[in-house]
């Protein structure tokens, strides 16, 4: 497989490490400083893409119009994502996003949805989110704090809605409180707590290093290839 990694920074050169132990060869590399080019799409198989949320949705739509599928994993833009979605399926492109590649995530996720529905039979215990990254991540709160608040909602008519409470000190009535904290050389820890009067439930997901990332964008980008249309990691895992 032949990938052109768009973003070069921390994530990037991990994913390189790991495309490479693999056997994949990374042909070419695009930043803010060196755009991508027709010659780099041509030579490519796919395109693996972490950048920044003001740059992401034009660096995705290049590759859509080359015919390049895309794999993406930054965050912080995806209020644009149907925009995204209607362009993809007119140039009969191909791209998969997702707020977090890890295997792990995405099972913490299916338990998440678990535990949520076992949960709805006790409303004593009201669901709040802590997430912690590094400082170098922009957006609050991060893309899988939210993934982790969208598999609570799926199942808890309860947990509709979520506020910031680096934002707010004050409770909202039937919404979910995500606290967000920026700290140096963490790679990501979600918490989601199920508060009670006398208890409290928490169930966590805490990444150790960037390799679980790295290593589920390869393993998207090597399903993605021969595929068409719009795709999420449950795709390639087989998660419902």
């Known amino acids: 497989m032949k990938i052109l990694l768009i973003g070069y920074g921390k994530m990037g050169k991990t994913i390189e490490q790991v495309a490479t132990d693999a056997g994949h060869q990374v042909i070419g590399y695009a930043d803010h400083q060196h755009p991508i080019t027709v010659e780099q799409m041509s030579e490519a198989d796919v395109a693996i893409e972490f950048t920044q949320p003001e740059a992401a949705f034009d660096n995705i739509l290049k590759c859509l119009r080359h015919q390049l599928p895309v794999v993406s994993g930054t965050t912080g833009w995806l209020e644009r994502k149907p925009d995204l979605d209607r362009l993809c399926k007119d140039l009969g492109g191909t791209y998969l996003q997702a707020s977090n590649f890890s295997i792990g995530v995405h099972l913490y996720l299916h338990i998440v949805r678990q535990a949520s529905a076992l949960l709805k039979a006790y409303p004593e215990y009201l669901a709040s989110i802590d997430e912690t990254h590094h400082t170098a991540k922009l957006d609050m709160p991060s893309g899988t704090a939210l993934l982790v608040h969208q598999a609570l909602a799926t199942v808890s008519s309860r947990h509709q809605e979520w506020h910031l409470t680096?934002?707010?000190?004050?409770?909202?009535s039937g919404s979910v409180p995500i606290t967000s904290l920026r700290e140096e050389d963490v790679p990501g820890t979600h918490t989601l707590k199920f508060g009670g009067p006398i208890?409290?439930?928490?169930?966590?997901?805490?990444?150790?290093?960037?390799?679980?990332?790295?290593?589920?964008?390869?393993?998207?980008?090597?399903?993605?290839?021969?595929?068409?249309?719009?795709?999420?990691?449950?795709?390639?895992?087989?998660?419902?």
């Open 166 to 172: 680096n934002k707010t000190d004050s409770q909202v």
């Open 199 to 240: 208890d409290q439930i928490n169930i966590s997901h805490i990444a150790h290093n960037r390799l679980g990332f790295a290593t589920g964008a390869v393993r998207a980008a090597e399903w993605i290839i021969g595929r068409k249309g719009i795709f999420t990691m449950s795709d390639v895992l087989g998660i419902s």
